[in-house]
């Protein structure tokens, strides 16, 4: 059984180095997130469904893989921080681009 943990604002802010930068193209996956995605249930996060995996980013440390996973939920991104020393994922957290950036009449991404 995979255990799921839902990061606090300030756990998953914890997991920024800057710059972050977009490694989607050349990372190699350290642990299997899809394990601990299917895990989840969806309607207790308040998601419809899922898409695809969008971006992938690495903090300035190399601590932390946050894998950004399309949602059904408008301008939302279901987060996946991997920590990569443990080869393990980290936890979860729910991107509200609306919240968090003020964007509403457009997407900031295509999510």
Known sequence: ??????????EFKACFAEPMKNVIDTAEAVVDIWLYVDALDLDEIGLPYLNDVHYVYRDALSRFDQVLIGTGRFN??????????????????????NKEYGVSGGHLWSV
Do not use: N, P
């Not at 939302?76 to 729910?94: C, E, N, P």
């Open 76 to 97: 939302t991104l279901l987060v996946i921080v991997v920590d990569r020393g443990k080869s393990a994922v980290f936890g979860h957290f729910l991107l509200d681009l």
């Open 1 to 10: 059984m995979v255990v799921t943990r839902r990061l606090q604002e300030d």
